[in-house]
């Protein structure tokens, strides 16, 4: 069994085209919480969750993973970590199935065909699998991308407003999922316009402010 694990922001900091986002930003994410990452627009919310995912170069001060770099365990780090951003990142010219495949395969794992069809029909997509994702509606493709959530293993999910597109009913269910995640031992940071409650669980605040 793994140990809880921990997500630390020390002294973090981020500068943007020559100006200065945030600076000196403590905080400590253990198993079982969630980070809900709050500000103005630009003030930063989103280029910090980059950096959280790798996508963004670090400007000041470091992110620890139970206690280590990101740097130093990049692999490592990578496979504990789902991130979706307001994009869905899906391949329009690919199916339903063919995206989730494709999304397992880049960490390393096999698509469980029984599996992603119980995600699926959980998501409302009961029998898409083979449709092309050019076909599917607005809502419809969030759910896709959402689904991979669902499909995998990692503790950390990084979600960069993650209710975009989607329907009261779908918001219910992705909150539902983020809540039974957190209850099995993960971890979330999320940042959105919506404020959706996740459960019973209250969420760790993180405000950023403007310099």
């Given at each position: 069994?793994?140990?809880p694990?921990?997500?630390?922001?020390?002294?973090?900091?981020?500068?943007?085209?020559?100006?200065?986002?945030?600076?000196?930003?403590?905080?400590t994410?253990?198993a079982?919480?969630?980070?809900?990452?709050?500000?103005?627009?630009?003030?930063?919310?989103?280029?910090?969750?980059r950096?959280?995912?790798?996508?963004?170069?670090?400007?000041?001060?470091?992110?620890?993973?139970?206690?280590?770099?990101?740097h130093?365990?990049?692999?490592?780090?990578?496979?504990?970590?789902?991130?979706?951003?307001?994009?869905?990142?899906?391949?329009?010219?690919?199916?339903?199935?063919?995206n989730l495949?494709?999304?397992?395969?880049?960490?390393?794992?096999?698509?469980?065909?029984?599996?992603?069809?119980d995600?699926?029909?959980?998501f409302?997509?009961?029998?898409?699998?083979t449709?092309?994702?050019?076909?599917?509606?607005?809502?419809?493709?969030?759910?896709?991308?959402?689904?991979?959530?669902?499909l995998?293993?990692?503790?950390?999910?990084?979600?960069?407003?993650?209710?975009?597109?989607?329907?009261?009913?779908?918001?219910?269910?992705?909150a539902?999922?983020?809540?039974d995640?957190?209850?099995?031992?993960?971890?979330?940071?999320?940042?959105?316009?919506?404020?959706v409650?996740?459960g019973?669980i209250?969420?760790?605040?993180l405000?950023l402010?403007?310099l």
């Amino acid at each position: 069994m793994k140990s809880p694990s921990t997500l630390t922001f020390d002294k973090l900091g981020c500068s943007k085209g020559g100006r200065e986002l945030f600076k000196n930003v403590d905080c400590t994410l253990t198993a079982g919480c969630w980070l809900y990452v709050a500000g103005a627009n630009g003030v930063g919310k989103t280029s910090l969750l980059r950096m959280v995912c790798g996508l963004a170069s670090i400007g000041a001060g470091d992110i620890l993973w139970n206690g280590k770099s990101i740097h130093a365990q990049t692999d490592a780090y990578h496979q504990d970590l789902c991130y979706l951003g307001h994009l869905n990142g899906l391949q329009e010219s690919m199916t339903v199935e063919e995206n989730l495949a494709f999304t397992t395969a880049l960490a390393g794992r096999a698509l469980n065909p029984h599996r992603s069809k119980d995600v699926l029909a959980r998501f409302g997509l009961r029998g898409r699998s083979t449709q092309l994702v050019r076909h599917l509606s607005q809502g419809q493709k969030r759910r896709v991308a959402l689904s991979r959530l669902a499909l995998s293993p990692a503790r950390l999910w990084v979600l960069d407003e993650p209710y975009v597109a989607m329907d009261e009913g779908g918001v219910k269910m992705l909150a539902d999922m983020i809540a039974d995640h957190l209850k099995d031992g993960g971890l979330a940071v999320v940042t959105s316009h919506q404020r959706v409650p996740i459960g019973d669980i209250p969420p760790q605040m993180l405000e950023l402010q403007a310099l």
